[in-house]
């Protein structure tokens, strides 16, 4: 099985995400040689429902550096782009530390994440 | 907000192209995020997503020609020597030949509903004055329109019951999308507070806030010092909503509330659509 596809969101037009984590895991990214998908901002894509954002999730097992996991799934499905429970692991910038991500995106092995309907969201740190 | 598909960038270093450095790799990538672009980096092993009908510039150091990609909707462009600046111009100059929309200039503030959480019960719908909300065919709530929200509110996310409203933009858990805790489960007890403090109508008491801040005012004949206390007043306003489990208004959502009659009337119209919505549930 291929290892799973890597999406990074640089979070661009707000200051959430500490900006030492998103250049250190485009760096490490960057460093590392794999091909991966990094978008300006997935919560702009949302609000203009980019299609793209519907190949994204269609396209099997996804590894994601972005926010919470709740928020992140919310964003997909509003643009009918459902991502697979299964086959998704997002990676939160806002509190998880970059080299964690980093390695955690790196990885071959994928800890699927995304909170399930009537669970309690689940903690990735 | 345009739904044309947006340029997908590629920075190519298959057959037919140098590879880049790391740090030459991060910068043109920075650069190009930094201007609002998707960027798909194709530097080694591991899929990405496919071609799927958007505009795409491929730009490599290609030694020579530049590899055929045999397909209409790719422009390449050559980006040898180019520092990451230079690189973004280049791809800003693709984007407007190729007539694919510009992004930006515009915090994406927006709800999102945890449809995990969401109950349907329409509190949203008949609270927003600003048209966000809506239903579908199957009278279920969904934001309708993304673009009708007021930047940096998170006031509709305080009034749902069932913490399902997320601004993953937000500051603070759980609006932002982080785990719900089993204080933010008692929303309904919330819910009861805000409504107990605001007398029982939000809308009336933003608007008696605001009259008050216009009489107050307009006995002031310096008018920039009329503004400037007014702002002062609306941020403690706002502060002591937040101190208090309040809502969280920004200011200069409060300074453009549109007149009373005018809110009475949104008002009225919100809480017609969900009560319609809310019967088309139960028949």
């Given at each position: 099985m291929s290892p799973p596809r890597i999406l990074y969101c640089h979070c661009h037009y707000a200051q959430v995400v500490p900006k030492e984590v998103k250049e250190t895991v485009l760096r490490r990214l960057c460093e590392s040689g794999v091909a991966f998908e990094a978008v300006a901002d997935l919560c702009e894509m949302t609000a203009r429902r980019d299609p793209a954002l519907k190949q994204l999730a269609a396209s099997g097992a996804i590894k994601i550096a972005a926010c919470f996991p709740r928020a992140v799934k919310g964003l997909f499905h509003q643009t009918a782009a459902d991502l697979p429970p299964e086959s998704t692991e997002v990676l939160n910038m806002r509190t998880q530390p970059a080299e964690e991500i980093a390695a955690a995106l790196l990885s071959p092995e994928l800890t699927p994440n995304l909170p399930a309907k009537g669970a309690a969201a689940v903690v990735v740190n | 907000m345009p739904l044309a598909p947006a340029l997908r960038v590629v920075l190519y270093e298959g057959a037919g192209a140098q590879p880049f450095e790391a740090a030459d790799r991060f910068g043109a990538i920075s650069s190009l995020l930094e201007r609002g672009f998707a960027v798909t980096s194709t530097s080694g092993e591991r899929a990405v997503a496919p071609a799927d009908g958007r505009p795409i510039v491929v730009l490599g150091r290609f030694a020579g020609d530049a590899p055929d990609f045999q397909n209409a909707e790719v422009r390449t462009r050559d980006i040898a020597g180019l520092a990451a600046a230079q690189i973004a111009d280049v791809v800003e100059t693709a984007r407007t030949e190729a007539d694919a929309p510009q992004h930006g200039g515009w915090k994406p503030w927006f709800p999102v509903i945890d449809y995990d959480r969401c109950?349907?019960?329409?509190q949203c719908l008949s609270f927003c004055l600003f048209g966000v909300y809506g239903v579908d065919g199957d009278s279920h709530i969904q934001v309708q329109n993304n673009e009708n929200c007021k930047t940096n509110c998170p006031a509709c996310s305080r009034v749902c019951p069932e913490a399902a409203i997320m601004f993953p933009k937000y500051k603070a858990g759980p609006i932002n999308g982080d785990i719900v805790s089993d204080a933010d489960l008692n929303r309904e007890k919330m819910k009861i507070d805000i409504s107990a403090l605001l007398g029982g109508d939000v809308y009336d008491m933003l608007r008696q806030r605001s009259e008050k801040a216009k009489s107050r005012f307009s006995k002031e004949r310096d008018s920039d010092k009329a503004l400037a206390e007014r702002q002062k007043c609306l941020v403690k306003l706002a502060a002591a909503q937040a101190a208090g489990g309040g809502m969280d208004i920004p200011p200069e959502v409060l300074m453009s509330l549109p007149a009373p009659d005018e809110i009475a009337r949104r008002a009225e119209e919100a809480r017609a659509k969900a009560a319609v919505a809310l019967a088309a549930q139960r028949s």
């Open positions: - | 109950t349907n019960c329409m």
